[in-house]
Structure formats: structure tokens, C-alpha cells
């Protein structure tokens, strides 16, 4: 999950320098970049975390409405990682038609969810 996370946090500010990046060097540079740890880091951790959890889920049979809430935020947290695919393929093919000001946006939305998650397996509010 660590791995995961740590993914989502950085892809996006990778789209930052990427989006303010004018020089045909860095362009390439940003595109390794973000396949690499899109490829690399990211979608092992996501696949990883999601396998664990539903092992997890199954050996130990937690219920509550709190894991159904948790649940739904890793929904939310899987499409922002497809999110990412999209994007990172916009800048793949220079396609990309947004600003840097929206990819520093779209860095904070994993904080989002990573505090809420924590926070339903941690205190299990319901």
C-alpha cells in the first residue's frame, strides 16, 4: 500500500514539471519518468494491495459498515490510478491540453483519501 501511495503522491507532481517543461530533453525525460514508476512502482503496489486486501477480507472475515466505506474510497483510489494512466498517456503522445496550477490540484486528492482510510480502519467510526 506504502508503494501504492507513494506512486499516486509523485506521478502527479511529475505531471507538474512536465506540464511546465519547454525543452524537448526534459519532455523525454518526464515520459520515461513517468512510465517507469507508473509501470514499475505503482501498478505492482496497486495490484499487490488490492490481492492482500481481498486475502485479508476473506481469511478474517471483518465486517462493518466502516470496511464498506473503506471499500468505496479504494474504488475512488483505483480510478484517480486509471486517472493517472489517462493522463501520463496525454503526455506520452504530447496530447496534453491542462495546466501545471491543475496537476498541483490533483497531487492533494490521494492525501484525501489516504486520511480518510486511516482514519476508518483506525477508529472504525461505524
Partial sequence: ????????????????YHAQATDPVSIERFKVMEWK??????????????????WLWLGYGFSGSWLYA?????????AHHVWCFVAMR????????RSHVFYRWMNEVPVLYLVAIVILVVVKPF
Fill in 1 to 16: 500500500m506504502v508503494t501504492w501511495f507513494a506512486g499516486l503522491f509523485y506521478l502527479p507532481r511529475l505531471f507538474v
Fill in 37 to 54: 514508476l507508473y509501470y514499475g512502482i505503482m501498478t505492482p503496489g496497486a495490484i499487490a494491495t488490492v490481492a492482500l486486501g481481498i
Fill in 70 to 78: 473503506k471499500l468505496g474510497i479504494t474504488a475512488l483510489v483505483i
Fill in 90 to 97: 496525454a503526455f506520452q503522445d504530447d496530447a496534453n491540453e
